[in-house]
């Protein structure tokens, strides 16, 4: 079945400084990775995605993913983090062609930007 | 374009009670997916809807249902609710067509915030 990972349950940051928030999966078949971010009390909101392509990808609020296929991962990246950037983040992969519609998200990291 | 809207946004019901869930797409998008998310189980897909026939369910019981009218707008049935069905409830829109190659981005509603006493 395809997965993906999120080895860390929480990500610190200074305010200004690179931020990285990782993402590994497991699939058979072409990835189709995203990124979604959720702030307190909201829904999901699309950040990236990977469908084919370069291998770097280029999103919203300045954020953008390397797609990594030796290594199976699919981290986010942000080259100056903003405190408003403090949110929940998930990694999701879609699920095989004959699910239809379903991604399978990672368990979230927590991200902490401090001023 | 308007986004996902969900309705009510919160909701308090009891063990025992069934509860109907609202969820209107993104004007175009024909297909609808609803997702639970608890601190526990994370984000889970329920199932999708595409053109009024649910296209996949996820691994939940036949307690949690769904439907797709004609205008794409869906509702979700929970019968019999549970403690732990408490959740924040999610649907999600895309504009995925009948021959789509699934590349497409799935757009996500605030959800709707069940608590079950």
């Known amino acids: 079945a395809q997965s993906v990972a999120q080895p860390e349950d929480q990500v610190n940051v200074a305010e200004g400084n690179p931020l990285t928030v990782k993402c590994t999966y497991s699939v058979s078949g072409n990835p189709y990775l995203f990124w979604y971010v959720q702030y307190p009390n909201r829904g999901l909101q699309f950040l990236l995605k990977y469908i084919t392509g370069d291998n770097l990808v280029k999103g919203s609020y300045g954020f953008e993913a390397e797609f990594n296929k030796s290594q199976t991962s699919f981290h986010l990246k942000k080259p100056s983090a903003l405190v408003s950037d403090s949110a929940l983040y998930f990694c999701?992969?879609?699920?095989?062609?004959?699910?239809?519609?379903?991604?399978?998200f990672g368990a979230g990291t927590i991200l902490r930007v401090k001023s | 374009k308007a986004g996902v809207t969900q309705t009510p946004r919160y909701l308090i019901k009891t063990r025992g009670q069934q509860v109907t869930l609202s969820c209107s797409p993104i004007s175009g998008h024909r297909s609808v997916s609803w997702y639970q998310q608890t601190p526990g189980q994370g984000l889970q897909f329920l199932f999708e809807y595409f053109s009024e026939t649910q296209r996949n369910k996820g691994n939940f019981p036949g307690r949690f249902s769904g439907r797709q009218f004609s205008n794409s707008r869906s509702e979700m049935n929970v019968s019999t609710l549970e403690l732990g069905d408490s959740a924040l409830y999610l649907c999600?829109?895309?504009?995925?067509?009948?021959?789509?190659?699934?590349?497409?981005?799935?757009?996500f509603g605030p959800g709707t915030r069940l608590l079950v006493l």
């Open positions: 999600a829109s895309s504009s995925r067509t009948s021959g789509g190659s699934y590349q497409e981005t799935q757009y």
């Open positions: 999701a992969v879609r699920d095989k062609v004959e699910y239809g519609n379903k991604l399978v």
